[in-house]
């Protein structure tokens, strides 16, 4: 009965206030909901929509999202969670592995653009500059698409639907790769002189633009390029994959118009503030205080309250401030090998005598590392390498003079002691088998926070996500201006950045594609490159082959020992075991259909003009 009368109160006052008010009671603006001509005409509100659009955008791998990609391929392999052991058992890549189909993100930009031309009175030099930016935003998003899907429909106006039963006129075919990328291209040319936002590394302005040029035109160049010298080119009937081999010199010419601007104009320089050359190369990236290399990045501010767990997930496993915390991603030796020797000879490691008659003896466990590229310490911490004023210190065991050969003794755990009273294995590991900790003998640095605090679950860090900075800018202008035959121009800029690294000057008198690869590979670990450029220079196949007996398609590991030879002046120095990575179980496979991802079923069921990508 109460609940009745309860009832019968309440619609009693409804109807009170309903009839006795105003009429224009029913026109009020709702208190909780942002109406168009609100959010269009005031400058925070399209601030905080563009906001939402850079946080939209979409990405293979960052700090925040796909990071455990960083092992999926040659780089790096996972140590961390052993249910995730998946991306060392990777028995061919999923033709569907990098797909994106995402024009609901596109929509949204369209109806803002639209939203800003016909409702918008703002001043027209600042609608002028947030349609700029909007541009630049929805030319970025087609960018992530046409590098993994080849062309893709470029839809610059909202859709709309009119309930007629028919949609076909709603259905637009692919456009050619080369159209999207020509599109990508001649939006950011035309948006340079109105975008603003000048000296900003966190929303786009002239120069993020002209690094988008630089990069899209160099990917766009090398697929013209070297997809028509394969003996089967990868291509569409329509085009829709596969760009003319005339059009290579065109886009190369772009991309190094637009890195020399960059260069000469820009204001940027390379990051040189530690006199110590490995300190130095990772504050490049992580240092955001006046950091004058970074041109474009995801930003993160622990007052703002947005942080990441990407140290938590990384940190070398000694290192740990969380008992929690995680060392998943741990590098290849591959890669530890790719980085020189200062003196110009092959960064391969010595661990054997000449004649291979024994082993080479370090005393100390860092020893082994002297004299390497100094993108090698700003890049991954190595056995006996500091991080956080500490040493990360590896032993994997200890090996003990039998008085004919050695013999391997391990253990089942960490930070375990010899009977001799010295360490059997470190805290840090490596080890064969134990989760979190490095399999490898190597762990992650390029990234991860060296600030106090950063590797625990209550703070967590703010490093930022870097997009673009001066050191791709260099060897995109290398690499462009190789391909055009401008072989000493080429040289230039790719000295330099090796002098940056601890290299003499003019270091390199001659220069080849393999070289600029090279390059690439060591400045640019782990910066989310090595698969799109991988597949643009369409030798990702050949890399990734499948074959246990192809070293660039397994994963290797390199283990420190201690000696135990009483008496002997080799007693307590430390040698070195290269082996493929026990948690490592297949090699990477990547097959031809793999260069462009498939388009899925519902997007070809939705649009029957949408024609799948090739060996689909």
């Known amino acids: 009965m109460k609940k009745f009368n309860i009832y019968i109160i309440a619609l009693a006052l409804i109807s009170a206030v309903t009839t006795s008010c105003d009429p224009d009671y029913l026109e009020l603006e709702p208190p909780n909901i942002l109406l168009d001509n609100q959010v269009w005409n005031d400058t925070k509100l399209v601030t905080g929509v563009l906001s939402n659009y850079y946080d939209r955008l979409p990405s293979h791998t960052s700090l925040t999202g796909g990071w455990a990609d960083f092992a999926a391929y040659d780089e790096a392999m996972w140590s961390g969670y052993s249910g995730n052991d998946g991306l060392n058992n990777i028995g061919s890549y999923g033709f569907n592995r ?4 995402d024009y609901g993100l596109i929509r949204d930009i369209n109806l803002s653009i639209n939203k800003l031309n016909t409702i918008s009175t703002l001043p027209d030099n600042q609608k002028t500059q947030f349609l700029s930016e909007l541009r630049f935003i929805r030319a970025y998003v087609y960018f992530e698409h046409v590098k993994r899907m080849g062309g893709i429909p470029i839809i610059t106006e909202e859709l709309i ?3 007629s039963g028919d949609p076909s006129y709603l259905q637009n075919p692919r456009n050619t790769e080369a159209e999207v990328y020509d599109f990508i291209i001649s939006e950011m040319e035309e948006i340079i002189p109105t975008i603003g936002n000048n000296g900003s590394n966190t929303r786009a302005n002239r120069f993020t633009a002209l690094a988008v040029i630089s990069r899209s035109a160099l990917y766009a160049g090398s697929l013209a390029k070297y997809n028509s010298a394969m003996s089967a080119p990868i291509q569409l009937p329509g085009n829709e994959v596969g760009i003319d081999g005339s059009r290579a010199q065109g886009y190369y010419t772009k991309s190094l118009s637009a890195s020399k601007t960059i260069l000469e104009e820009g204001g940027y320089s390379l990051y040189n503030s530690n006199p110590d050359l490995g300190e130095n190369f990772y504050e490049a990236v992580i240092n955001k205080n006046g950091n004058p290399e970074v041109i474009w990045a995801q930003d993160f501010l622990l007052s703002a309250d947005k942080r990441h767990g990407f140290t938590y997930d990384n940190v070398a496993r000694s290192a740990r401030e969380d008992n929690l915390g995680s060392s998943a991603i741990t590098p290849s030796l591959n890669l530890v090998e790719d980085y020189e020797y200062l003196d110009g000879s092959s960064g391969e490691l010595k661990i054997r005598t000449p004649d291979d008659s024994d082993y080479i003896y370090y005393d100390e466990v860092s020893d082994i590392f002297e004299g390497k590229d100094a993108r090698l310490y700003g890049t991954i911490i190595y056995p ?6 500490q040493e990360i210190f590896m032993q994997a065991g200890v090996m003990v003079w039998n008085g004919n050969s050695y013999d391997r003794i391990e253990s089942d755990g960490l930070a375990t002691e010899y009977i001799d009273g010295g360490t059997l294995v470190a805290a840090g590991g490596p080890h064969r088998s134990i989760q979190e900790v490095s399999n490898t003998g190597f762990y992650l640095r390029k990234y991860v926070d060296n600030a106090v605090g950063a590797s625990t679950r209550g703070i967590r860090s703010e490093v930022w996500w870097v997009r673009f900075r ?9 690499e462009a201006a190789l391909e055009l035959g401008q072989t000493g121009e080429a040289l230039g800029y790719i000295n330099t950045l090796r002098e940056r690294a601890g290299f003499g000057a003019n270091s390199l008198s001659s220069l080849t594609m393999e070289d600029i690869m090279h390059e690439r590979r ?3 670990a782990f910066e989310d490159h090595v698969v799109w450029d991988y597949k643009r220079w369409r030798v990702a196949h050949e890399k990734w082959s499948g074959s246990t007996t192809n070293p660039e398609s397994m994963i290797y590991s390199l283990y420190p020992y201690r000696v ?9 120095k430390f040698i070195f075991m290269k082996s493929v990575a026990p948690r490592f179980r297949a090699p990477r496979f990547f097959q031809l259909g793999n260069y462009y991802s498939e388009i899925s079923q519902g997007v070809i069921d939705a649009n029957p003009k949408i024609v799948r990508n090739p060996f689909h």
């Open 98 to 101: 990098w797909q994106i189909w």
């Open 161 to 163: 639907y009119d309930f």
């Open 384 to 389: 006996g390498a500091t991080f956080r004023g």
């Open 470 to 478: 001066l050191g791709e800018i260099y060897l995109n202008a290398a």
């Open 522 to 524: 060591v400045e640019l």
């Open 564 to 572: 135990v030879r009483p008496g002997d002046p080799r007693d307590g």
